[in-house]
């Protein structure tokens, strides 16, 4: 299998101890990248200075730097001091960086521009993006102004700067009703910038809202129910290359050590992908045919049939086979 260069994103190493020490241990789990939080910026900004910053990122091998996202960008009387120092803290980071990306955020308020009306804000922010040396990203989040990856594509190729692109993350993809067909169909090469590789649960759990799952039931990639070898080979296709961003946030994951939890979810990310490489190659080695210790489940009564495979009609995916009866999994 081919060697992968992975990003984590902000969720993925956050955590109460200082950035630097962090951002070590992004590189000794065996990340090429991350993204960097407007906290965190305005800390390191407050405190050691990009220069020193850098200096880490340099010595922990981190090559791929991303910055944000960046909230109100745009023409509006919500917009506020505290925006405006957002965007400067995240222009002068890109430039002391070298950030590889910036990214900036649809509007989620409850009276939601227009995206036509931020086409101009859109063209001013990729062309000052630009000036400090990253590319704009736009993140589409389902419940914002621009809710599917389909729709925040084709506002990108109407506003038509060449430095804009849009940030594909699995979550936010197909819970907003995304499927690697329309994905496939309604994505033009170039258009994509980033992927962002996490995994989740067939349905939002009961309970929580869609936003609340992306903050607390983002499962390690490979944990869930999602084809996320499909969505890697669909992006490849569409020109996507590397790196390939992780974004785990569940409460497992943030009671765990950072180290540990951020090795866990860079062996998790890499199965996924090679997988993902697996497809059309040689057939694997047989599996040992050693008997296997006797389980409940070969004692299944033959009165329980199970159904599958069937189809997500939310996300277009493989189900897994489940018991007829309870509705548990086959």
Known sequence: MQEHDLLATAGTWAGDAP????????????FSGLSLSLDDLHEVRATTGFAALRRVLDGAGIVWVQL????RWWSS????????????VLLEAASALGAWQVVARADSGVAAVSPVAMVDDWVDLAAQA????????????????????????RFVTAAGHPNGAVLLDAMHTLRGGSTLASIAQGLTPGVLGAVELSDGLLHTPAGLTLAEEA?????????????????????????????????????????????DALRTAAAATRAVLDAADAVGQPAAPAMPSTPAPTSAVDFEPSSAPTVGPAIDTTTGMHLPRRDADTGAPA
């Open 215 to 259: 903050r607390s039931a983002r499962h390690l990639p490979g944990a869930g129910a999602w084809d996320l070898p499909g969505l890697v080979r669909v992006t490849r296709d569409l020109g996507h290359d590397e790196p390939w961003g992780v974004e785990v946030r569940t409460d497992a994951h943030r009671a765990m050590p950072l180290a």
């Open 77 to 88: 009387p919500q917009r506020s001091t505290d925006d405006e120092a957002d965007r400067g």
């Open 130 to 153: 630009e000036k400090v040396g990253a590319q704009l990203l736009l993140e589409p989040e389902p419940w914002s102004n621009l809710p599917t990856l389909e729709r925040a594509a």
């Open 19 to 30: 950035v630097a020490e962090r951002v070590r241990a992004v590189g000794d789990a065996g």
């Open 68 to 71: 944000g996202p960046l909230d």
